[in-house]
């Protein structure tokens, strides 16, 4: 049985957890998910992965304490054991080494899954800027990490107590200004930063790539919990996603879809 190794928190409700899972660790690769379930009675969680060690048969996780199944997981202290861990589901991230000056935007908890594909474009030898907007500067997490591979660094608050006041899409054109056009845009963060974000990208002639957070139940294509409408088609997040092209996501259907199951347990962030 898996089991957490360390669990701390990062901000206020949001905890950074490592877990033993050996074969995950192996295969997994940037942009795939995994589905918790932590007890014989708890809600399956499906979790973005944040950084994995192969050699101690180890990944990291980024939880959010939102509902009744992510409180469990944050208060467990380590050496607590884990029912059971699906993955690693979905699609990896299509990576272009043909992108030399590649943008991210995240905004708030939607770090965690940029983080590997920033390190993998660095990894790369491209230019990584990586724009990031959280609610207040006690919401600040993954900064270090983000910092080490990022080429460029700006960061915006809401309240204005952590570096620029405002939303994280108000830098895209004050970045453009600095470090030029940028080949491609990808962002992760709540339904609506995304929409926005997407629609201020395709301004400057900037394509863009989302990773979606739809509701998510078995991970496996079965349930159509995670469906979403991809350019006309629907499609599932969970197999044929979690990232598609964001000027062909129907982010009002999405919207409207997560709002009516609000308080729901199975969101990925
Ligand atoms: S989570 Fe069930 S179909 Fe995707």
Redesign the pocket.
Known sequence: MEKIVSSTEIAPRIHKIVITAPQIAKMWQPGQFLILHVKEDSERI?LTICKRDPEKGEITLVVQAIGESTREICSMPAGSPIRDVLGPLGMPSEIDVNFKNVLFVSGGIGITPLYPLIQKYYELGSRTTVLMGFRTAKNLILEEEVREVATNTMIASDDGTLGEKGLALDLIAPAIEKWGKFDHVYIAGPVRMMQYTVAEAAKFGIKSTVSLNP?????????????VNIGGHVK????DGPEFDGELVDFEKLAKKLGTYKDHQCRIR
Do not use: E, K, N, S
Not at 215 to 227: A, E, F, K, Q
Not at 236 to 239: I, P
């Open positions: 499906p509701l998510m139940i078995d991970g496996t294509g079965m349930c159509g919990g995670c469906r599932f997040a969970c197999v």
